[in-house]
C-alpha cells in the first residue's frame, strides 16, 4: 500500500496568537463559518443603524481581481466596503491594515485577523515587503484587495494626500483599480470615538480602470497616486445627492 | 448538579483539596529540584504553569455543574478536532470537517437533553448518545457522492470517521458522565486518575527510564516510565475510594487497569498519528504541553472505557 500524502497546514508549530500575526494565515471552516455569520450582522447593523447605502454596485459585481482604493477617516469604511461585496468573495478580500496597529494587542488582532481577514501591512518598516505579498496575491485570480492609500484615518474627514505604494502595486499590471468614496464615516465614527454614531454612511462606488500602459518609475508612480485621489474626490462630485433624488434616477433609467 | 449542590457536595469539595495539595506538592518538588538540587528542569515551569491553569478551569466548570461540564467538553472536542484536521490536512475540505462538527455537537446534544418519551429532564439520552456514530458516519460517507467526487476521498473519509469517532464521540463520554447519580465522582476521579497517571509516567521514565516502551512510535516513553504511571494508577482508586463508595474490588481494579493501561494506550494512539502525519506536537495552544489534543489523548481513551464499564456494574442513574 502506498504512504498517504498528508498536506498539514504550515503553521502547527505556532502558538494561536503567532498563527494570527503570520500571513498568509491558514484557517479552517470554523473561522470562515464565523466569518460569514459576523459578515451578514454587520451587513444588517450598517443597512439598519447608519442606513447604509451603495452607489454604483454592479462595478464591484466582477470574478476578476480587484483593487479598492478609498479615502480613510473610520473604521466603519473597512466594514463598508466588505458589507458592498458579494458574500462568497468575502474569504478572498483582503484589507490592508497597518501592522503596527491591528497586529499588536489580541483583541485588534483578533478582530483584524478573524472577522475582517486583514492583511498586515508595515506602514513604517517592511513596506516592500508589504507590497510584495500585495502583489502576490494579485497573481491569483479573483483576489479583492482593499488599500487606504492615504496610510491613516483622516482626522478632518478630509482627503490627504495618497501615498505612492498604491500607484508602484498597479503600475504596469492589469489589475482592475477601483477608486471608492465613503461619505458620511467622518461623522459617524471619527477617529478617537468609542462607539459609532447612527449617521448615514453611503458608499459610491467608480469604474475600474488600469495602469497597464504606465512604467513604474518615480514620477508616474506620483501622478498615478494623485490621479487615483482625484477620481475619488471626484465620485462625490456628482452633486449633494440626497437618497430619493437618487433612487428616482435609478427608477428612470430602469424605465428607460 | 449546580453550584449550590457542589458547594455541599463532599466529594466535589474533597477534589478541590486533592487537587489543590497535589497542585501545591508538584510545584514543591519542581522548586526543590530547580533551587535546591540546582537541576535543569528546562519547560518543566512553563508545563506546571499551564497545569495551574488548567486545574483551574476544570474545577471551576466542575462546580457550574453539569450543563457547563457538557457544553465544556463538546467545545474541547470540537477544539481537539479543529487539531486534528490542521495536522492531517483534512482541514481544506469545509464540507468534511463541517460534517464531522456538526456529529460532535449532536454528542453534546444528545449528552444534553433527555429520552423524548418519559424519564426525568438532566439525564440525557443515552440511547441516541450512543447511536450517534451511525448517522455521523451516514453523513460523512454522503458528502462525496452529494460532490460527485472519488479522488482521494478514501482518505478523506477515513480521517473525517477516526476524527468523529475518537475526538468527538469517544471524549463526549466525559461529558455523558455528568449526567450519572455518581457524576462528581466519577467526572472528577477520571480526569483526576488520568492527569496523574501522565504525570506519574512522565517522572518515572525521567529518573528511572532506559528501556524503549514502542521505539517507533514514541521515542521518549520507556517501559519504566510505563510501569510508574500503570502502579500509580491502580493505587489511585483505593487512595480515592470516597468518589465511588458502591465501588468493590472487582470495579476499583478494573478502574485502575482502565486508567493506567487505557490511558497509556490513547497516549500511544495519539503517538501513532502524530508519528504518521510527521509532527512532533499537534499544535502549540498550551505552552509547555502542546496541542489540546496532546493533553487529553488519554481521557479520549481512558473514559468512554471507564463509562461503560461503571455503567454495567452500577446503572449510571
Redesign the interface.
Known amino acids: 500500500m502506498k504512504k498517504?500524502r498528508?498536506?498539514?497546514?504550515r503553521d502547527?508549530?505556532?502558538?494561536?496568537i503567532d498563527r494570527l500575526r503570520r500571513f498568509p494565515r491558514?484557517p479552517?471552516?470554523?473561522v470562515?463559518?464565523l466569518r460569514s455569520i459576523c459578515a451578514l450582522i454587520i451587513r444588517g447593523l450598517l443597512r439598519i443603524y447608519n442606513r447604509f447605502e451603495v452607489i454604483g454596485h454592479d462595478n464591484l459585481r466582477t470574478n476578476r481581481s480587484l483593487v479598492i482604493v478609498a479615502n480613510h477617516c473610520s473604521h466603519l469604511d473597512t466594514l463598508c466596503i466588505l458589507a458592498a461585496l458579494p458574500l462568497r468573495r468575502l474569504h478572498r478580500a483582503f484589507p490592508a491594515a497597518a501592522a503596527d496597529y491591528f497586529f499588536q494587542s489580541v483583541p485588534r488582532l483578533w478582530a483584524a485577523a478573524v472577522l475582517v481577514n486583514a492583511l498586515p501591512f508595515g506602514r513604517h518598516s517592511r513596506t516592500r515587503k508589504s507590497l510584495t505579498i500585495c502583489s502576490e496575491l494579485l497573481a491569483n485570480p479573483g483576489t479583492i484587495l482593499i488599500i487606504f492609500p492615504e496610510g491613516t484615518r483622516s482626522t478632518t474627514g478630509e482627503i490627504n494626500e495618497f501615498k505612492s505604494g498604491i500607484a508602484a502595486l498597479v503600475a504596469g499590471t492589469d489589475v482592475a483599480v477601483v477608486p471608492c468614496l465613503i461619505e458620511g464615516s467622518f461623522r459617524a465614527w471619527p477617529k478617537g470615538k468609542r462607539l459609532p454614531l447612527p449617521r448615514k454612511v453611503r458608499l459610491i462606488v467608480g469604474t475600474p480602470r488600469n495602469y497597464r500602459q504606465r512604467s513604474a518609475d518615480k514620477i508616474e508612480i506620483g501622478a498615478i497616486a494623485s490621479e487615483l485621489r482625484d477620481a475619488v474626490i471626484e465620485l462625490g462630485k456628482g452633486g449633494t445627492r440626497s437618497p430619493s433624488a437618487w433612487l428616482k434616477r435609478m427608477r428612470l433609467r430602469r424605465l428607460t | 448538579m449546580s453550584p449550590q449542590i457542589a458547594l455541599h457536595d463532599a466529594v466535589f469539595r474533597a477534589y478541590f483539596v486533592v487537587v489543590l495539595i497535589s497542585l501545591i506538592a508538584g510545584g514543591a518538588i519542581l522548586g526543590f529540584l530547580r533551587f535546591v538540587l540546582k537541576k535543569d528542569t528546562g519547560s518543566m515551569f512553563r508545563t506546571y504553569w499551564s497545569w495551574i491553569i488548567m486545574a483551574g478551569i476544570g474545577l471551576i466548570v466542575v462546580f457550574l455543574g453539569r450543563v457547563p461540564i457538557i457544553v465544556g467538553v463538546t467545545l474541547l472536542a470540537?477544539y481537539a478536532f479543529?487539531e486534528f484536521?490542521?495536522?492531517?490536512?483534512l482541514?481544506?475540505d469545509?464540507w468534511m470537517?463541517?460534517a464531522v462538527?456538526a456529529g460532535i455537537v449532536t454528542v453534546g446534544l444528545a449528552s444534553l437533553v433527555s429520552h423524548p418519551r418519559g424519564e426525568e429532564p438532566g439525564t440525557g439520552w443515552y440511547g441516541f448518545f450512543v447511536a450517534v456514530p451511525v448517522f455521523a458516519i451516514a453523513l460523512i460517507l454522503l458528502i462525496p457522492i452529494l460532490q460527485n467526487r472519488a479522488r482521494g476521498e478514501l482518505?478523506r473519509m477515513s480521517l473525517a470517521i477516526v476524527g468523529f469517532i475518537y475526538m468527538g464521540w469517544m471524549f463526549g463520554h466525559l461529558g455523558f458522565l455528568a449526567n450519572a447519580r455518581n457524576a462528581y465522582g466519577f467526572v472528577c476521579f477520571i480526569i483526576f486518575a488520568s492527569a496523574l497517571c501522565d504525570v506519574a509516567g512522565f517522572t518515572f521514565g525521567k529518573i528511572f527510564g532506559h528501556h524503549p516502551l514502542r521505539s517507533e512510535i514514541s521515542p521518549n516513553k520507556t517501559w519504566e516510565g510505563a510501569l510508574g504511571g500503570f502502579c500509580v494508577a491502580m493505587i489511585l482508586p483505593w487512595l480515592l475510594r470516597f468518589s465511588f463508595p458502591f465501588f468493590e474490588t472487582r470495579d476499583l481494579i478494573l478502574t485502575g487497569l482502565i486508567v493506567g493501561i487505557g490511558g497509556q494506550l490513547g497516549d500511544l494512539s495519539i503517538s501513532v498519528i502524530k508519528r504518521?502525519?510527521?509532527?512532533?506536537?499537534?499544535?502549540?495552544?498550551i505552552?509547555g504541553h502542546g496541542g489540546i489534543l496532546d493533553r487529553i489523548d488519554s481521557l479520549i481513551y481512558a473514559a468512554p472505557l471507564f463509562m461503560h464499564m461503571a455503567g454495567y456494574y452500577h446503572p449510571l442513574r
Open positions: 498517504w498528508y498536506d498539514s497546514a502547527l508549530d505556532q502558538a494561536p491558514e479552517d471552516m470554523l470562515y463559518g | 470540537v479543529k484536521a490542521r495536522a492531517s490536512g482541514y481544506r469545509w470537517t463541517g462538527y482518505q504518521d502525519i510527521g509532527t512532533k506536537d499537534m499544535a502549540a495552544t505552552p
